[in-house]
């Protein structure tokens, strides 16, 4: 038996989970204006005394109940809580998407034959199972297994259970089941919320003040960072840092310019700012190309350690929070002028 449910390359892929969630909701025809909507402010703090960038959404961390098309429709299953369906990991999967929910769970890397930890390294990170092949006994999966690479592939039964069960996930067992619900059809578009996490992210506003589910964390004294002023935390971090520096933090950043290169085009098409002053292709130019060259020197610095890339990552770090600021205040500025 063969049961597939849809998916599409996902447009963030910053993060697994990111990824995944992403690879469904593309597949629902309102999907970009609610993208456009949210993805604007960013935070970085530290995370196991590592640094550590990420999207600031609505409602995090549980954001997912926030997403129109899955709000009446998710399922999260933790630790001993799995135990109570009895059933193994192969069953409870193929029942899921036979029910139309898509499984979104934790695995160890270790036991992934197409990852680059297999028999190398025990970590943990979300996969995506969208569907199957009983006679083939394989599963379709989402997954990040090269360099932020996002790919969709199939792995067989055994392997997905001994990622499964093994003294690395059993005490953190983490599901979510996700439908994207048929009653939902159309998401009402919003400039208000979206230009206060304009304002969020052009101030540097401290978004988790406002968050109940954040308030323990943001208790913990570790330096937190937000909006334009990231660009702080990760000076600091070149600057300080001679070993191999962490790719996740630039790659983070281009994908949000580059969704915001999107999200202002997507403005003109609805006439929200004026095509003639050309935001878009100003800000493509000035900050979503330098943060490609940023993302490739920190690559190229990981291969050489030459002081003098060093330094050019930082001096573009420098010159970009003043000048992303500018473009963007003419963006709010119209926006709010033709709303």
Not at 4 to 18: A, D, I, M
Not at 104 to 112: E, G, R
């Amino acid at each position: 038996m063969i049961r597939r449910l849809k998916v599409n390359n996902p447009l963030l892929t910053s993060y697994p989970y990111h990824a995944n969630l992403h690879s469904i909701l593309s597949i629902v025809e309102n999907y970009l204006p609610w993208l456009y909507s949210n993805y604007i402010q960013i935070m970085s703090f530290e995370r196991n005394g590592k640094p550590w960038f990420e999207h600031f959404l609505v409602d995090m961390p549980s954001h997912q109940n926030y997403i129109p098309w899955f709000k009446e429709n998710i399922m999260k299953i933790r630790g001993e809580g799995f135990s109570l369906f009895n059933k193994n990991i192969t069953d409870f999967i193929m029942d899921s998407i036979n029910a139309g929910y898509y499984v979104n769970v934790v695995l160890d890397d270790f036991y992934i034959s197409k990852h680059p930890f297999y028999n190398n390294r025990h970590d943990v990170h979300d996969y995506l199972i969208w569907g199957y092949d009983s006679d083939l006994k394989v599963f379709d999966i989402g997954a990040t297994l090269k360099d932020f690479a996002y790919f969709f592939t199939k792995i067989n039964f055994c392997e997905i259970e001994k990622a499964f069960y093994n003294p690395i996930i059993e005490p953190r067992i983490e599901i979510m089941l996700v439908k994207v619900s048929n009653q939902f059809n159309e998401f009402n578009f919003n400039m208000k919320p979206i230009l206060f996490l304009f304002d969020e992210y052009l101030n540097s506003y401290n978004s988790l003040l406002k968050n109940v589910e954040f308030e323990t964390a943001n208790n913990l004294g570790i330096p937190k960072y937000f909006g334009v002023q990231v660009y702080k935390y990760l000076i600091k971090y070149v600057g300080e840092n001679n070993s191999n520096l962490d790719i996740r933090m630039p790659f983070l950043l281009w994908e949000h310019k580059r969704i915001m290169s999107q999200r202002i085009e997507f403005f003109e098409s609805i006439s929200i700012i004026d095509k003639q002053n050309d935001l878009v292709s100003i800000y493509r130019d000035d900050i979503e190309r330098k943060h490609t060259i940023i993302l490739n020197l920190f690559i190229k610095f990981n291969i050489t350690k030459k002081e003098d890339i060093r330094q050019k990552i930082i001096s573009l770090l420098k010159e970009l929070p003043e000048r992303e600021t500018e473009i963007l205040e003419r963006v709010v500025l119209q926006a709010e002028k033709n709303n």
